[in-house]
């Protein structure tokens, strides 16, 4: 069973950038398609970034698209999320998750393994 534990968040201005990464262990990561959700307090969970098991296919939540880039390097067995041109209304916790099953519309019950969590807050 794959554990996975993200790191890199933190307090940014907006207009800046944070690099969030995802290390996996007790499993290949190269088994699984990876995510990046996030969630504010109050808030359900929402989609971000998927990426598929070789990289070669990525997709994005409107929000981000153009501002984020998913990455994975299997060799590390770490997923990235690269975050340019941060905004306030990117203040969340950001997690990372793992699933067998990719669609062109990633949904978080699709996802079945979850990391704690890494907060982001970007301040205006």
């Known amino acids: 069973q794959v554990q996975l534990v993200e790191s890199g968040g933190g307090s940014v201005q907006a207009g800046g950038s944070l690099k969030l990464s995802c290390a996996a262990s007790?499993?290949?990561?190269?088994?699984?398609?990876m995510g990046w959700f996030r969630q504010a307090p109050g808030n359900e969970r929402s989609f971000v970034a998927a990426?598929?098991?070789?990289?070669?296919?990525?997709y994005y939540a409107d929000s981000v698209k153009g501002r984020f880039t998913i990455s994975r390097d299997n060799a590390k067995n770490t997923v990235y999320l690269q975050m340019n041109s941060l905004k306030p209304e990117d203040t969340r916790v950001y997690y990372c998750?793992?699933?067998?099953?990719?669609?062109?519309?990633?949904?978080?019950?699709?996802?079945?393994?979850w990391g704690r969590g890494t907060q982001v807050i970007v301040t205006s």
């Open positions: 998750a793992a699933t067998s099953i990719l669609t062109n519309r990633p949904r978080t019950n699709d996802f079945g393994y």
């Open positions: 007790g499993g290949t990561l190269s088994s699984y398609a």
């Open positions: 990426i598929n098991w070789t990289g070669g296919r990525t």
